[in-house]
Nanobody
Framework: QVQLAESGGGLVQPGGSLRLSCVGS????????LAWYRQAPGKQRELVTS???????KYTTAVMGRFTITRDNAKNTVYLQMNSLQPEDTAVYYC????????????????WGQGTQVTVST
């Protein structure tokens, strides 16, 4: 059974930082693309960033220069370092396992964890 366990969310003031982690079980991250999605209240889930099996990354414009995705295959873990957080970053964040094409377009498999809540507020 595939399980994805996100952690590291919390309440942070604008301008602050958080580091999210996602550990996979029942599936090997090696050789697979990984990604982070987020879903804000009343909005659809959106792709935030992805990383190919080779380490190439892609970011949505809203987080470019502030967020960094990394992976540690030995630990079967993907991370999301989030800096300069803004209220509009408030959402539940989910990690994902999937595939990418030659243009680093990401295609998620149907595995989702419970997510971790990130709230940016004074």
């Amino acid at each position: 059974q595939v399980q994805l366990a996100e952690s590291g969310g919390g309440l942070v003031q604008p301008g602050g930082s958080l580091r999210l982690s996602c550990v996979g079980s029942g599936i090997t991250f090696t050789g697979r693309a990984l990604a982070w999605y987020r879903q804000a209240p009343g909005k659809q889930r959106e792709l935030v960033t992805s990383i190919t099996r080779g380490g190439s990354t892609k970011y949505t414009t809203a987080v470019m220069g502030r967020f960094t995705i990394t992976r540690d295959n030995a630990k079967n873990t993907v991370y999301l370092q989030m800096n300069s957080l803004q209220p509009e970053d408030t959402a539940v964040y989910y990690c994902s396992v999937g595939t990418t094409d030659s243009n680093i377009n990401y295609y998620p498999a149907d595995y989702w964890g419970q997510g971790t809540q990130v709230t940016v507020s004074t």
